[in-house]
């Protein structure tokens, strides 16, 4: 099971203060937060891609990259890579040598974005969201599986004995999760591929995601990956946490209710009710994460959002030290009753393992 951190890369003001980041604050607070993670223990640090103000991360290998530099066990991943309005052959290239100066910790999670203007300014159409999604992948995983691609499809120009370059790190590309919140044409794609699939089900009540994850499951079974239990799923999560609860709504209360991103909807207690955020106390949040199995199964990764909605970086920090203290409580909980046929996430050290035996089979 792996554990880790998302961020979505907003600059939002701070109710409190009614101060905002600078960009350049925003972007290095990125860094320092993964570099925290890594310390107390997680595994995965992924940020989001926006070309869309107010958020900053507009380059995401360019920013893991940097990490990779400075970090030596956490996996690098994005919350959405777009497929939709990124050049597949420029997302074979730029994951590619990412993975080879990260040794290997990398992967990522396509999506197609939430944004509607940002598809014309990429020259796309967002109407046609899910076959550009379905096109692209198809054409990316060419890209990484084959030396040589001749390739004609509708969205971009054909390719002749194209190969992208550098070739994946051990001849194993980086692996692939797909993230929807609504689509399921995308479990559908994640399925027939064998990937991972996402469900970032932070703002949707669990009935919702259990729908897709279930047809992901069942879909993953009928193309002969293995079985339903399986399938290799992410889940989104939030928390705000301090050692007693009723100071954690106290102090988490103005940014919830000011924060863009809750749409000014449904109060703090009927989002905590309804969704997967916690805000209370550490064993609060542990109790309420671990009851994520009963809904969705045992799954591969857990991802949280916590730097957003104006959070400074000295209480985002502050947070990751009180997720820390309790992280090996998650970890127990997790593994307590996990079935044996349940695979581990991902790894490019896995990846090169299966690879190889694949390979000795067929010589065999």
């Known amino acids: 099971m792996q554990l880790g951190l998302f961020s979505v890369g907003d600059i939002t003001v701070d109710p409190t203060t009614h101060t905002a980041p600078t960009e350049h604050e925003r972007i290095t607070a990125m860094v320092a937060i993964a570099k925290k993670a890594e310390d107390i223990g997680l595994d995965v640090f992924a940020t989001g891609e926006h070309h869309n103000r107010p958020f900053v991360p507009s380059s995401p290998t360019t920013l893991l990259g940097y990490i990779a530099g400075q970090t030596s066990t956490l996996q690098l991943s994005t919350a959405t890579t777009l497929i ?30 939430n ?44 390719l002749q004995s194209f190969t992208s370059t550098p070739r994946p790190l051990d001849d194993v590309a980086p692996f692939v999760w797909h993230g929807s919140i609504r689509s399921p044409e995308i479990a559908e794609q994640a399925a027939y591929y064998g990937d991972g699939f996402f469900a970032n089900h932070i703002f949707w009540p669990t009935e919702h995601f259990q729908q897709l994850i279930g047809f ?18 992410g889940l989104g999560g939030q928390f705000f946490i301090r050692p007693n609860s009723q100071d954690a709504v106290r102090e988490f209360r103005p940014y919830f209710d000011n924060a863009p991103v809750y749409g000014h909807g449904p109060s703090l207690e009927e989002f905590t009710e309804q969704t997967p955020l916690t805000v209370g106390s550490p064993q609060e949040f542990v109790d309420k994460t671990l009851s994520f199995r009963e809904h969705f199964g045992d799954y591969q990764r857990q991802l949280f959002l916590v730097d957003h909605a104006g959070l400074p970086l000295k209480t985002v920090l502050e947070q990751l030290d009180l997720l820390g203290e ?39």
């Open 326 to 364: 309790v992280l090996p409580d998650l970890r127990r909980g997790f593994a307590e009753g996990r079935p044996a046929s349940v695979p581990d996430a991902p790894t490019h050290a896995s990846l090169v393992a299966a690879a190889a035996e694949q390979a000795a089979e067929l010589a065999s």
């Open 115 to 158: 944004t509607g203007p940002v598809y014309p300014w990429f020259g796309q159409d967002i109407r046609q969201g899910i076959p550009l999604a379905i096109e692209n992948y198809h054409l990316l995983h060419r890209l990484w599986t084959e030396d040589v691609v001749d390739w004609e499809g509708r969205f971009r120009t054909p």
């Open 216 to 233: 992901y499951r069942e879909r993953y079974e009928h193309y002969g990956h293995g079985t339903a239990e399986q399938a290799i799923v």
């Open 84 to 113: 939709t309005t990124n050049d597949p052959v420029k997302i074979a290239e730029d994951f590619a040598m990412l993975q080879h100066l990260a040794g290997g910790r990398v992967d990522l999670m396509l999506g197609r974005g």
